[in-house]
């Protein structure tokens, strides 16, 4: 046992790091960042689902319920009439650092900044599954449902600001309250609800002793809603002669929906060996939606009866769309190759085409501008309107093809009585594909009117006004190739307690790039003192990007089961988050990171 534990630890140590290299957004458009790892993925009951071991549970865990996401023909494995299982969990999310680019800009400042927003891996909150024998007289019938229900409550945008953003500027300089309109982030006006229900029905059939017929029914529903709206967030005064008004509205509503069917059929082929294949077909929709108004006005009052008002506002729409399918195989085979050792393959594939749709992106923004002040050269006050008004939009269309496939080979040792060892390696290979076209059109005008209050004089001072029209052809592509090896090692100390630890040593190699075409249209007419100017252009240019990125992934678990009797047991499981290793970059909290927490209770009758 000693000499075990030794050549065990001797493995972790020995594991090296890839080197990790930056990554870059290379799809051309920017995508609703808060993706899951569910969508339009088939519907699965994780015992664990957060960081990597999810990866690998179906592969390398023997649990009931793991088997029974490979294969629904494996709900006969069942022993007993009945059986319930629940569980609740510490973590509903796993954040990640990821920049996105948002137009936070109003008329305190031109420019743009761009925070830091945590991509959150969303799981459920508690879990239950339930599964009886409903005819009396025919026990090779079985059925049962499992449900997940996910609920999550964050902050509409979590942000990290920049040391120079306009905000902390004004605030530095004393026109500011920052510590005010934080606390006014956090109030109830600032939210975003995460709510997920996933549900599945099962049913099987023994057919014969060595073979058994499965079926499964599953439904997805995800809906994410959100609202900022600040309360008079931004009010500056200067003076008592000035001051300065902003807010800004936001609001998100994303959906995933998606209905799963599979079916699966088991063959015995002997005492010692079972063969299983299953197919199943997934149908699925995806559509986020998120605005945005900020509205801003500024007020000034000087002496000599010189004043200024202006006022600005500027609306938003990103609607997002992908409509999809995928097409899974799941085969394994399990061979006792002794009495106290067994082997398992495992060859997992899935075929997700999806369609993309940019609806409509719009940005509209007006402004009015009115100044009147003093001027000497003609001894007299002088009126200045000024107004703008700038319209955007964007359409896109594209298609993607994702191709995953999982080879896995298990290794499971019953060291002794009490001891037993599973280990093996797992080899995950992702392909995708996409293409998209877009459309953006840009149209502005301007225009700014002078006019001498003691003569009446009405003087056109300048006009602009313009059209940009960008169509843009984008080629995308990924490969990612994720090994993993993981070693578990459990025991039983006494009769009704049992403990499990297990590390997983993963590493990645992701390669990703783009072709894009751009054509460019450009027309500017100027007006300036009843003189117009137009200038015409067209250009068209290619570009090609690529990128790697290579790192390595540990993370660590644990359980401790109470069984006071065979058909009843309590666990207690621990997994820990990702620790990425790389020469760029060291992300996580050692070898053993922090730990989240779940327990669950089962029971056969």
Same mark, same amino acid.
């Given at each position: 046992?000693?000499?075990?534990?030794?050549?065990?630890?001797?493995?972790?140590?020995?594991?090296?790091?890839?080197?990790? #290299?930056?990554?870059?957004?290379?799809?051309?458009?920017?995508?609703?960042?808060?993706?899951?790892? !569910?969508?339009?993925?088939?519907?699965?009951?994780?015992?664990?689902? $957060?960081?990597?071991?999810?990866?690998?549970?179906?592969?390398?865990?023997?649990?009931?319920?793991?088997?029974?996401?490979?294969?629904?023909?494996?709900?006969?494995?069942?022993?007993?009439?009945?059986?319930? /299982?629940?569980?609740?969990?510490?973590? #509903?999310?796993? &954040?990640?650092?990821?920049?996105?680019?948002?137009?936070?800009?109003?008329?305190?400042?031109?420019?743009?900044?761009?925070?830091? @927003?945590?991509?959150?891996?969303?799981?459920?909150? !508690?879990?239950?599954? =339930?599964?009886?024998?409903?005819?009396?007289?025919?026990?090779?019938?079985?059925?049962?449902?499992?449900?997940?229900?996910?609920?999550?409550?964050?902050?509409?945008?979590?942000?990290?600001?920049?040391?120079?953003?306009?905000?902390?500027?004004?605030?530095?300089?004393?026109?500011?309250?920052?510590?005010?309109?934080?606390?006014? $982030?956090?109030?109830?006006?600032?939210?975003?609800?995460?709510?997920?229900?996933?549900?599945?029905?099962?049913?099987?059939?023994?057919?014969?002793?060595?073979?058994?017929?499965?079926?499964?029914?599953?439904?997805?529903?995800?809906?994410?809603?959100?609202?900022?709206?600040?309360?008079?967030?931004?009010? @500056?005064?200067?003076?008592?002669?000035?001051? =300065? =008004?902003?807010?800004?509205?936001?609001?998100?509503?994303?959906?995933?929906?998606?209905?799963?069917?599979?079916?699966?059929?088991?063959?015995?082929?002997?005492?010692?060996?079972?063969?299983?294949?299953?197919?199943?077909?997934?149908?699925?929709?995806?559509?986020?939606?998120?605005?945005?108004?900020?509205?801003?006005?500024?007020?000034?009052?000087?002496?000599?009866? #010189?004043?200024?008002?202006?006022?600005?506002?500027?609306?938003?729409?990103?609607?997002?769309?992908?409509?999809?399918?995928?097409?899974?195989?799941? $085969?394994?085979?399990?061979?006792? &190759?002794?009495?106290?050792?067994?082997?398992?393959?495992?060859?997992?594939?899935?075929?997700?085409?999806?369609?993309?749709? /940019?609806?409509?992106?719009?940005?509209?923004?007006?402004?009015?501008?009115?100044?009147?002040? =003093?001027?000497?050269?003609?001894?007299?006050?002088? +009126?200045?309107?000024?107004?703008?008004?700038?319209?955007?939009?964007?359409?896109?269309?594209?298609?993607?093809?994702?191709?995953?496939?999982?080879?896995?080979?298990?290794?499971?040792?019953?060291?002794?009585?009490?001891?037993? $060892?599973?280990?093996?390696?797992?080899?995950?290979?992702?392909?995708?594909?996409?293409?998209?076209?877009?459309?953006? #059109?840009?149209?502005?005008?301007?225009?700014?009117?002078?006019?001498?209050?003691?003569?009446?004089?009405?003087?056109?001072?300048?006009?602009?006004?313009?059209? %940009?029209?960008?169509?843009?052809? +984008?080629?995308?592509?990924?490969?990612?190739?994720?090994?993993?090896?993981?070693?578990?090692?459990?025991?039983?100390?006494?009769?009704?307690?049992?403990?499990?630890?297990?590390?997983?040593?993963?590493? &990645?190699?992701?390669?990703?790039?783009?072709?894009?075409?751009?054509?460019?249209?450009?027309?500017?007419?100027?007006?300036?003192?009843?003189? %117009?100017?137009?200038?015409?252009?067209?250009?068209? !240019?290619?570009?090609?990007?690529?990128?790697?990125?290579?790192?390595?992934?540990?993370?660590?678990?644990?359980?401790?089961?109470?069984?006071?009797?065979?058909?009843?047991?309590?666990?207690?499981?621990?997994?820990?988050?990702?620790?990425?290793?790389?020469?760029?970059?060291?992300?996580?909290?050692?070898?053993?990171?922090?730990?989240?927490?779940?327990?669950? &209770?089962?029971?056969?009758?």
């Amino acid at each position: 046992m000693k000499k075990l534990i030794l050549i065990i630890s001797f493995l972790i140590v020995c594991q090296s790091s890839i080197v990790s #290299q930056s990554s870059y957004h290379l799809r051309g458009y920017i995508e609703y960042y808060d993706q899951q790892s !569910f969508f339009f993925s088939p519907s699965k009951f994780f015992l664990s689902q $957060l960081d990597v071991q999810k990866d690998i549970q179906n592969s390398f865990s023997s649990h009931f319920l793991s088997r029974l996401n490979v294969n629904p023909a494996n709900l006969n494995r069942l022993s007993g009439k009945n059986y319930f /299982y629940m569980d609740v969990r510490t973590s #509903q999310k796993k &954040a990640l650092p990821q920049s996105r680019f948002i137009d936070y800009s109003t008329s305190l400042n031109s420019s743009y900044f761009d925070p830091v @927003v945590r991509f959150s891996e969303k799981e459920p909150l !508690f879990s239950i599954a =339930f599964f009886i024998n409903p005819l009396k007289r025919n026990p090779r019938f079985k059925s049962g449902i499992t449900y997940q229900y996910l609920q999550v409550d964050d902050r509409y945008d979590s942000k990290n600001f920049s040391s120079y953003s306009i905000y902390q500027v004004l605030a530095e300089s004393g026109r500011f309250d920052l510590d005010w309109w934080r606390n006014d $982030l956090l109030n109830d006006i600032d939210f975003s609800k995460y709510r997920g229900h996933f549900i599945s029905f099962f049913n099987s059939y023994e057919l014969s002793k060595s073979i058994n017929l499965g079926i499964k029914v599953g439904v997805t529903s995800f809906i994410n809603l959100g609202n900022n709206m600040p309360a008079n967030a931004g009010y @500056v005064s200067f003076d008592p002669f000035s001051e =300065f =008004f902003s807010n800004r509205v936001a609001s998100k509503k994303l959906e995933y929906k998606d209905w799963d069917i599979s079916t699966g059929i088991t063959i015995k082929n002997s005492e010692n060996s079972i063969a299983g294949i299953s197919i199943g077909f997934l149908n699925g929709n995806f559509n986020n939606d998120e605005s945005q108004n900020v509205f801003s006005r500024n007020q000034t009052f000087l002496e000599n009866d #010189q004043s200024s008002l202006g006022h600005s506002n500027s609306e938003f729409r990103d609607i997002f769309e992908r409509t999809g399918s995928t097409l899974y195989t799941n $085969l394994d085979y399990l061979l006792e &190759a002794t009495s106290v050792s067994r082997v398992e393959f495992a060859y997992r594939t899935a075929r997700t085409a999806q369609d993309i749709n /940019y609806g409509n992106q719009r940005l509209e923004s007006s402004g009015y501008n009115n100044a009147l002040y =003093f001027d000497e050269s003609i001894n007299g006050y002088v +009126n200045v309107d000024s107004d703008y008004d700038s319209k955007r939009q964007a359409t896109g269309i594209g298609n993607n093809i994702i191709w995953n496939h999982a080879v896995s080979l298990k290794y499971d040792y019953d060291i002794s009585k009490r001891v037993n $060892l599973v280990t093996g390696i797992q080899l995950s290979l992702k392909k995708e594909n996409e293409n998209s076209t877009r459309i953006y #059109q840009r149209v502005f005008n301007s225009k700014e009117i002078t006019s001498n209050e003691e003569n009446g004089i009405l003087i056109l001072g300048e006009a602009n006004s313009g059209l %940009t029209s960008n169509k843009i052809l +984008n080629d995308y592509y990924s490969r990612s190739l994720n090994t993993y090896i993981p070693i578990i090692l459990s025991t039983k100390l006494l009769k009704t307690l049992s403990i499990q630890v297990g590390f997983i040593h993963s590493k &990645a190699d992701l390669k990703a790039g783009n072709e894009q075409v751009y054509r460019i249209y450009q027309e500017d007419v100027n007006t300036v003192n009843g003189v %117009t100017t137009s200038i015409e252009s067209n250009e068209d !240019f290619e570009s090609s990007n690529s990128v790697e990125n290579k790192f390595s992934n540990w993370n660590s678990f644990g359980s401790i089961t109470f069984s006071p009797n065979e058909r009843m047991s309590f666990l207690l499981r621990g997994v820990s988050s990702d620790t990425f290793r790389g020469d760029d970059f060291n992300y996580g909290n050692g070898l053993l990171g922090s730990f989240n927490f779940s327990i669950s &209770a089962e029971v056969n009758f």
